[in-house]
C-alpha cells in the first residue's frame, strides 16, 4: 500500500478524444492503477462528439454511455459536451477537440493531481488544464507517445506561448528518447523530471498462437506458407507501400515462392489507391475490428514496419506486436531512439524507403526460422517485463506518488 498523504488520492484525466475502435487503450492505464491501489481514485474526462477520422469505423458522431467500456470500481469516465474540429485533412492528425466545460469540471472536481495526454502540439485542453491546476494549487503530469514532430513554422510561432505551460508540468512521461529530446529541445525542459516508459500493452491478450491455424483457414492461407504482414491502416507515412513494392518483386523472386504478403488494415484516410496493395501474392483485410487483430498477428511469420523515419514513434501495432511475439522488420535509424529495441535482438532494422533492403531482410529471416524465434522470444520478453499494463501503472503509481507528496519527483 501506498503511504499517500491523504487516505484517497483523486486522479484527473483527460483525452482529446477516445478512440474506441482501437479497444480500450485509452482507458486501460487509468483502470490498471486504480486496480493496483486500493486508495485510487480515478476520473478520465472525454469529449462526446467522435474524432472525425474515428467516425466511420464506428459509425457515429457522438458518444453515448452505453460506448464506453466496462470500468473498475473508483474509476469513472465524463463525457463532456464538446465540438470536433478538423482543420487539415491528412494521413493522420489534423483534429482537435473544443470542451468548453473541461475546465469548471477539474475546478469542481478538485482532483489531487492532473494527468494529461498532450497533443504534439498544446490544444485549448491543456490551456484550460493549466489554468485549473494554477487555480486548485495542484501539480500536472504529462504522459506523451513519443512521436517524432518537425519544428514547423506552426510550431515555432506557438512555442513562445506553450514553453511556460509545458515546463510548469511537475514531471514527463514519454514512451522513448524521441519524445524526451523533444521537450527538452524545443521546451527546454528539465531531462531529469522526464521518465522514459515504454508504450503499455496487455500482454496475454495479444499472445494467441493457438488461433494461428485457424485465422490462415478463413484467409485461405495453408500452415506451411511464409507470411509476411503488415499491421496497421495503408498510408504513405508508415511506408505500406513500400511492403507492396516489395511484394510486387518479390513475385519473380525465387526465394519468396511459397509467401504469401498479408496487409491487415484498410486504406481509411488516406490518397492511396487500395489497388495498389492487390496482386496474386497479397491479401488485403480491410478495417478490422480490433477484437480480431491477436488471431491475425499470431498468423504471421514476420510483421513488417517498412518507414518509422517520415514519423517516428512507438506506435500501438508496434506494441501489440511485440506482445504477440512475432518477429520485426522496421524501416528506422536504430540511434532514433523511437524504438527502445536492439538491432539484431528484438527486431530487425533496415534503411527506411529502401525496398531492396526490405527485401533482402525479409529473405534473409525466412531462410533462418532459428532467428526468427528468436526475435520474437527477445520482443515478448521485453514486452512482458517492461511493457505490460500492470508493470507500467506501477511504474506511473510511483511518479504520481512523489508528485502528490512533494510537488515534482526528485
Partial sequence: ????????VLVADSHEFIELYRGDKDVRLGAEMVRLDPSLRYVSFAPRAVSPVERPLIGRNRLASSDLPELPDRMELQLLPSVAVRFARKEVGGVLSLMPGYGRALRRLRPDVILENPYTWLTPRSYQTDSAARRLGVPVVYYDPGDDVPLSLKQRIMRPFERPVVNRAAAIITYNEVGQRRFIDKYG?????????????????????????EVRASLGISPQTHVIAHAGRLTRF????????????ARTDARFSDTVFLFIGGTLGSDVDPSTYE??????TGMVANEKMPGLLAAADVVVFPDLATKAGFTTAIAETMAAARPMVVGADPTQGALPLTDGVECVFVEPGSVSALIEALASLKAAPDRLRSLADAASAFACERMDYPCVARAYL?????VVAH????
Avoid: C, H
Avoid at 507501400?241 to 516489395?246: E, F, G, I, N
Avoid at 496482386?279 to 488485403?284: F, Y
Avoid at 510511483?398 to 512523489?402: F, G, N, T, Y
Fill in 189 to 213: 525542459y528539465p531531462q531529469e523530471r522526464i521518465f522514459v516508459i515504454p508504450k503499455p500493452v496487455d500482454v496475454s491478450r495479444w499472445r494467441r498462437p493457438d488461433l494461428r491455424d
Fill in 238 to 249: 508508415r511506408g505500406s507501400v513500400l511492403l507492396a513494392d516489395a511484394a510486387r518483386q
Fill in 279 to 284: 496482386g496474386p501474392n497479397t491479401i488485403v
Fill in 398 to 402: 510511483d511518479i504520481l506518488e512523489r
Fill in 407 to 410: 510537488g515534482r519527483p526528485s
Fill in 1 to 8: 500500500m501506498r503511504e499517500w498523504r491523504w487516505s484517497q
